[in-house]
């Protein structure tokens, strides 16, 4: 038997992050920026007025003094009109700021105030002075044009997204999202809406791992469900076209395990079993494609727990991220719980700002799948601790 960190050491140490590629930066949100996006020019790209208001010599823009109006700037507008002694220039937030104006007067601080009217007014009458430079936006105030405007490895959100845009760019190069086929393995298995008849159960795992792959940041590319067959389950994986294939059930010792008796010795494929309750029995390799191919055992907790514990982590990594663990938090037990002492428990748990206890009232077995519902994090507690007293302190994964 290998430890949980052994296990998870050697998927990681098989999986690069994936080449990357280019694409539309509006369709890139949550994946890795794979290079520096540079920005093309300053930003703001011009000297631009922040108000609406009246471009002005400052000198000449005295309380009680009248300016006559010239022109009239839209934003958008090309036009630099002079500004003579006296003069003013209508000007609108973005526009750019004439080069004769060192200045803005915001509307407000004029005697015809917030009234919006089509034509520029032929004068004004100014009743606040403005400060030196004032409502003036200048060009490179944000960032000088050559600098990094998000850095290569930034999981991008609307906030680098809008950063990018601002530095000029549509076309982005990124790290691809993972494409996962799922497998489901068991002749027992029928639809969820199906009537089981004695011996069949609702297949359920197809759908947790196709929610988790979805949450990890990856792509479900097929779902399958295969009966205990060795002649059907090589079919379907010579049909796969995938990043990463994650099968469940088979993956035990049992005569009829089929996962096992088709992959075992593939590629770089091996089956061990991992000091860890549940998910003790685990098969990872690569195919001789390079396909990492994951082989959860079949119970559907020990799903939830073997695609937390291995397969995110690897996902994440494949889809460059750096960040790929779940954050830990510590809370003290609110109930005691039994458990093995010979290999870590991964237990479902609900947890509060101060505690946390078993999310089923079985504690830690692995068909007991109503209770995922239920949980919110799992409990990590090592293989060396004996049976959990309330008030332990206990290290919590959590799953928001
Ligand atoms: N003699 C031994 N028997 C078992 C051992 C062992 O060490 N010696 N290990 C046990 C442990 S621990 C686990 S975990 C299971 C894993 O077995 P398999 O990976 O071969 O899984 P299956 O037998 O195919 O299924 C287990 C269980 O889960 C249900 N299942 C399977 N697939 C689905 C699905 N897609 N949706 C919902 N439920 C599913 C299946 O019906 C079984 O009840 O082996 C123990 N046995
Ligand atoms: O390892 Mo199994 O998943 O204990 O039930």
Redesign the pocket.
Known sequence: MITVDEHRARILAATEPLAAIGQLAIDSTGLVLADDVVNRWPVPLFDNSGMDGYAVRRADATVGATLRVVADVPAGSAEDPPIGPGEAVRIMTGAPVPSDANAIVPLEHTDLGTQVRADAPEAIVITERPRKAAHIRRAGEDTAAGSVAVAAGTVLGPWQLSAIASAGHEIIRVQRKPRVAII???S??IDPSGSPERGQ??????ILLSAAVQQAGAQVCSVT?VPDDEHALNSVLAGLDADVIVL???????AF?V?KAVLDGVGSIEFT?VAMQ????QGFGLTDDGVPVFC?????V?VAVSFEMFVRPALRQLAGHHDIDRPRITRRASVGWRRRSDRMQILPVVYDDETVRPASRGGSG??L?TSLADASALALVPAAVDDVAEGDPITVMVLE
């Open positions: 489901s393995t068991g027992e298995l159960i609702p297949e359920s795992n197809s469900r469940t059930g088979g993956a035990s010792v049992g395990d996962v079993t549940p998910g003790k029995p959860l055992p079949g119970n559907p020990s692995s068909h799948v």
